[in-house]
């Protein structure tokens, strides 16, 4: 097994650390210096970062969500227009959060079969956050229309599952690279439905050994 070494990006609940807020890390603050107060877009979506996960995109209003982010109601509109803007706004935040979490876990790896098989130790990464509450676009999905911002950032989120799977199997030497990818996907939302459901971080690692499974199977003449 080859790793890569590997540094740490620090990650608040949904991504809102230096990099994701455009910070630097480890930036020494000089003894009573004063940090500068979040924009009012920063605190809007840390407050909607936290309300829609934990209690759903259509459940918590607008009043929530400014009382939370201390911004008077012409602010959220003035910044985004709509609800359905800042929850597109949101779930890219989720999106950004996800999906770097994912890479980092497959750019530890140098051979194609242990990058392939990471996609899950990522997955055991966001499973393991006291604060995780199953998959945010699942969840949005689930409480939006046809169409609604909310379905359409699940199926970009989706599509991007979909195509690093496939990508990874096709560099593995699979000789059906779509066909273990959707494989795996259903493997990959299965674990974060059980790691939700049962309370189980180690739901990954199930998963992680059964993809084993099928890789082999895949490369098996």
Same mark, same amino acid.
């Given at each position: 097994m080859a790793v890569k070494e590997a540094g740490t990006a620090a990650e608040g609940s949904g991504g809102f650390g230096p /990099? @994701? /807020?455009g910070g630097k890390a480890g930036r020494v603050v !000089? !003894? &009573? /210096?004063r940090t500068a107060r979040p924009s009012a877009r920063e605190r809007l979506l840390a407050a /909607?970062? #936290?309300l829609f996960y934990n209690e759903g995109v259509h459940t918590v &209003?607008?009043?929530?969500i400014i #009382?939370? @982010? &201390? +911004?008077a109601k012409a602010s959220l509109y003035n910044? *985004? &227009?709509s609800k359905d803007e800042l929850v597109r706004a949101y779930l890219?935040?989720?999106? @950004?959060? +996800?999906t770097e979490r994912i890479m980092r876990a497959v750019e530890r790896y140098d051979t194609p079969r242990e990058r392939l098989l990471a996609v899950f130790e990522g997955q055991? #990464?966001? *499973?393991a956050q006291p604060d995780y509450r199953g998959c945010a676009f699942a969840r949005a999905s689930a409480e939006s229309h046809p169409g609604d911002p909310a379905e359409q950032a699940a199926d970009a989120y989706r599509r991007w599952v979909r195509a690093l799977l496939t990508d990874l199997a096709a560099h593995a030497g699979v000789p059906e690279p779509e066909v273990l990818a959707r494989q795996l996907h259903l493997l990959y939302d299965g674990s974060g439905q059980a790691a939700r459901m049962d309370h189980d971080p180690a739901a990954a690692a199930v998963a992680r050994a059964a993809a084993t499974a099928l890789l082999d199977a895949a490369l098996t003449p």
């Open positions: /990099a @994701a /807020a !000089p !003894p &009573g /210096a /909607a970062n #936290e &209003g607008i009043d929530r #009382e939370q @982010a &201390g +911004v910044t *985004f &227009g890219q935040t989720r999106y @950004a959060s +996800v055991g #990464e966001l *499973f």
